[in-house]
C-alpha cells in the first residue's frame, strides 16, 4: 500500500518548508527509518525518514521547492503501484522558487555521520562519497574534497579526514603570514535564514509596543568571583564558564522570582509560562539563531554551562534539532565581545521580552563619597508594554541587577 511523504510540521510556527536535497532516487528502495529528504525549515535542516519500507515511487516536488505543511513531497510504495490519486494537487507545488536555489547557513538536526551520503559528480561513473557535515567543514575551511582519503565505510569522507587535512595545512610553510581580505558576497539572498530574521524581526517591530529599560549593573563582585573560582569550575564541569553564562544564570533566577515577565501573548489572553526556557543568541555569521535551554532556573550552573556549549557548539555546525531553539520564553543576546557598550535588541515573538548585555568596563563610578573604578555592565531590557507593566518589568531588572552585583548566592 502506498505512503505519502508530507512536509512536516516541526514547530508550533512552522508554515512551510524547502526541499533541500533528495536522498533518494526515484525507484530506489527505502527501508523504514532511512532518511529520504533533507528540508529546511526555518532556522534548522532537517532529515525527513521514510514511515515505511518500499520504493521510492515518486518525487512530488523538485529540490528548492518550498511546499506548505502536509503537503505532498514524495510516495512511497510498492513497483507499479498506482500513487495518482495521493499525488493529486501535487503538481503544482513541485516547481521551486527562483530565490530558494541558494540557501542560506542553516542548523541541522543532529544525525550520525554514517546515515546519510551525499555525492559529487568526479567523472562519469565515478562520484565522491561524503557526509554533509564533512562537506561543510571543507568548504569552510578552503579544502578541496577531491585530494581526500575516505575512512568511513566504502571509502567515505568523514569528518575526522577533512580535520586531518586541516591539521596538514595548518603545518604547510606560507610565503607570508598577511591574512587574505574577507570576501563579502554583492548581493544575499532573502532565503533560509536571512528570511526567517527578515520576517520575524519585521513581525516583532510592527505589532510590539515597545520599552526599553536601561541599568547600569556592578561586575566587580562578579568578576572576582570568577577568577577567584574560575580553574575551580572548570575542572568541575569540564569547561570555565563565561559571563555569559553568569548572567544566563542570574536571568533564569530573576524570572523564576519576576514571573509576570515570563509570558507571551495567548489569542486574547497573556499566558503567564510556568517552564522557564532560556533563549540565547548565536551568531553564525551571516545570520543568528536562539538556542533554548530548557527549564533553565532549574539547572545547576554546571548544567548550564554544559548545556549552553552544547547548544552553541551544535549550532554552529550545522547540528541543531528543531526542538534545540523550540519554545523559548525570554532570550538574552550578548554583544559586549565586540566592545557595544549598550543596544537595543528586538524581541523574538511570540515571546514578550528580551534583555541586551554589553560589554564589562572599567568606569570610574561614585561609591561611599569617593570615585572608584569598578567593573560595570549596561543591561539594556526590550518588553512589549501591551504584555507587561513598566513596573514588573522593572522590577525583573532590577533584580538581575540585585544577582549580579552579589554573586555570593551562586554556589
Not at 521547492?65 to 500513487?83: C, F, Q
Not at 570555565?240 to 507571551?264: F, G, M, Q, T, W
Not at 557598550?341 to 569617593?370: D, H, R, S
Amino acid at each position: 500500500m502506498a505512503t505519502r511523504l508530507d512536509m512536516p510540521q516541526l514547530g508550533l510556527t512552522m508554515e512551510k518548508g524547502t526541499i533541500l536535497q533528495w536522498l533518494k532516487a526515484e525507484g530506489e528502495k527505502v527501508e523504514k527509518g532511512q532518511p529520504v529528504v533533507l528540508i529546511q525549515t526555518e532556522k534548522v535542516e532537517y532529515e525527513v525518514e521514510a514511515t515505511a519500507a518500499g520504493t521510492l515511487l515518486k518525487q512530488a516536488a523538485t529540490e528548492g521547492a518550498e511546499l506548505p505543511v502536509g503537503a505532498v513531497m514524495g510516495v512511497l510504495g510498492e513497483p507499479g503501484e498506482d500513487v495518482s490519486a495521493l499525488l493529486a494537487g501535487a503538481a503544482a507545488l513541485g516547481e521551486p522558487r527562483a530565490e530558494s536555489r541558494e540557501p542560506a547557513v542553516q542548523s541541522r538536526e543532529p544525525r550520525a555521520e554514517s546515515r546519510v551520503e551525499t555525492t559529487t559528480t568526479r567523472a562519469p561513473g565515478e562520484r565522491i562519497k561524503i557526509s554533509p557535515v564533512a562537506r561543510k567543514l571543507a568548504q569552510e575551511q578552503g579544502i578541496d574534497i577531491e585530494t581526500l582519503t575516505g575512512t568511513g565505510p566504502e571509502g567515505r569522507i568523514v569528518r575526522e579526514d577533512v580535520e586531518r587535512a586541516i591539521a596538514g595545512k595548518s603545518r604547510e610553510p606560507r610565503a607570508e603570514s598577511r591574512e587574505e581580505p574577507k570576501v563579502v558576497p554583492e548581493s544575499i539572498p532573502l532565503t533560509g535564514i536571512r528570511k526567517v530574521i527578515f520576517d520575524r524581526m519585521g513581525q516583532s517591530w510592527r505589532e510590539s509596543a515597545r520599552v526599553t529599560l536601561f541599568v547600569d549593573a556592578d561586575m566587580t563582585e562578579m568578576v572576582k568571583l570568577r577568577q577567584a573560582r574560575g580553574s575551580e569550575w572548570e575542572r568541575q564541569f569540564g569547561v570555565k564558564p563565561s559571563y555569559s553564562d553568569l548572567i544566563h544564570l542570574a536571568v533564569a533566577r530573576a524570572l523564576r522570582e519576576e514571573r509576570r515577565i515570563n509570558c507571551r501573548l495567548d489569542g486574547q489572553s497573556v499566558r503567564i509560562r510556568k517552564e522557564i526556557n532560556l533563549a540565547f543568541a548565536i551568531d553564525l555569521g551571516e545570520g543568528l539563531v536562539a538556542a533554548v535551554i530548557k527549564d533553565a532556573d532549574r539547572k545547576s550552573l554546571g548544567d548550564l554551562v554544559r548545556a549552553a556549549r552544547d547548544l552553541a557548539e551544535r549550532a554552529r555546525s550545522n547540528r541543531l534539532a528543531p526542538g534545540d531553539m523550540a519554545d523559548g520564553t525570554f532570550t538574552v543576546t550578548n554583544l559586549g565581545g565586540f566592545g557595544v557598550e549598550y543596544f537595543t535588541p528586538i524581541i523574538n515573538p511570540p515571546q514578550a521580552g528580551i534583555l541586551g548585555i554589553g560589554k564589562i568596563m572599567e568606569k570610574p563610578v561614585v561609591l561611599n563619597g569617593g570615585i572608584h573604578i569598578r567593573s560595570m555592565v549596561t543591561l539594556c531590557l526590550v518588553f512589549d508594554h501591551r504584555l507587561i507593566d513598566g513596573a514588573p518589568a522593572a522590577k525583573f531588572l532590577a533584580k538581575v541587577k540585585e544577582l549580579l552585583e552579589q554573586p555570593a548566592w551562586i554556589a
